[in-house]
């Protein structure tokens, strides 16, 4: 997966999570919602994550390809 693929996905994932808060303004979540939301999340996070270790290993005279998807146990403990 190229970067910008990465970045298409994200907008994918993004307007997803924001259709889901937009579906019934005001109302909860069912919990299907709030799972796939958390799951969106997670999805989320790991594809930032790829692209920032892509664009760090461009950066480093690496080759950006060989970046991978970390699991989500890894990235949902990064700082923000």
Same mark, same amino acid.
């Given at each position: 997966?190229? #970067? %910008?693929?990465? =970045?298409?996905?994200?907008? $994918?994932?993004?307007?997803? $999570?924001? @259709?889901?808060? =937009? %579906?019934?303004? @005001?109302?909860?979540?069912?919990?299907? *919602?709030? $799972?796939?939301?958390?799951?969106? $999340?997670?999805?989320?996070?790991?594809?930032?994550?790829?692209?920032?270790?892509?664009?760090? /290993? /461009? #950066?480093? @005279?690496?080759?950006?390809? *060989?970046?991978? +998807? /970390?699991?989500?146990?890894? +990235?949902? /403990?990064?700082?923000?």
């Amino acid at each position: 997966m190229d #970067d %910008a693929e990465i =970045v298409r996905r994200i907008s $994918e994932l993004v307007d997803e $999570e924001h @259709g889901l808060e =937009v %579906a019934h303004p @005001g109302a909860p979540l069912t919990p299907e *919602q709030v $799972e796939r939301r958390q799951a969106i $999340e997670v999805a989320l996070d790991q594809c930032w994550d790829l692209l920032r270790q892509r664009r760090a /290993r /461009r #950066d480093a @005279g690496q080759d950006p390809d *060989q970046a991978t +998807v /970390r699991p989500a146990e890894v +990235v949902e /403990r990064f700082q923000q």
